[in-house]
């Protein structure tokens, strides 16, 4: 009964996703023109100052990935489904913020895919995903303030303070903004 449920409201979730914000199923990976505004989300930010949520979730290569293993470090949690279009477009630019600073951040996408997901280790071999992908659930939904819309960003900071969270896709430099605020104090 407890996993009907769940499977409930993630569907709720993918068609509310599909109406909404135009994350479909029929996206496709390659489409980075910046001028498809059919699919595009208006970013916004919620300050806390909470700590972020503990969790320990597989990761796509059958390892626990677990928040605490990433104290002292800036974390970027991103969570996402192969099928959302401006997840896919999103990618890329955690890829190279993974790249550029990583020795200070470490970003994890969790991955919200149920029906779909045997296509995310492909997709992140296609993609050539440098960070860990796991598979989200519904505590970790519920843990982060139940998860409105795709992509949904954390930030995190090297203390473990939640520092903002974006509903929908954000521009590289927003993130890059983040990061190199926290290098600086810390």
């Not at 630019?93 to 790249?99: E, G, H």
């Not at 779909?116 to 995903?129: G, H, L, M, Q, W």
Request: glycine share 6%; proline share 3%; with cysteine.
């Amino acid at each position: 009964m407890h996993k009907l449920k769940y499977e409930l409201s993630i569907l709720i979730f993918i068609v509310l996703m599909t109406f909404l914000f135009g994350c479909s199923k029929n996206s496709k990976a390659d489409n980075n023109d910046s001028s498809d505004n059919s699919t595009k989300v208006q970013s916004k930010v919620t300050k806390d100052e909470k700590s972020a949520p503990e969790f320990s979730l597989q990761s796509t290569d059958g390892k626990t990935v677990s928040l605490k293993d990433y104290k002292g470090k800036i974390v970027i949690l991103d969570f996402w489904a192969t099928w959302c279009g401006p997840c896919r477009r999103g990618i890329p630019d955690l890829i190279s913020l993974q790249d550029k600073y990583k020795n200070d951040l470490r970003v994890i996408g969790i991955s919200l895919d149920t029906s779909t997901k045997n296509d995310v280790i492909p997709f992140a071999k296609k993609f050539n995903i440098n960070y860990p992908v796991v598979y989200g659930d519904e505590n970790i939904t519920k843990d982060y303030g139940g998860i409105e819309a795709i992509p949904t960003t954390i930030v995190i900071d090297q203390n473990g303070g939640i520092v903002a969270k974006y509903v929908g896709l954000v521009d590289k430099e927003t993130f890059t903004k983040h990061i190199e605020d926290l290098i600086s104090k810390s």
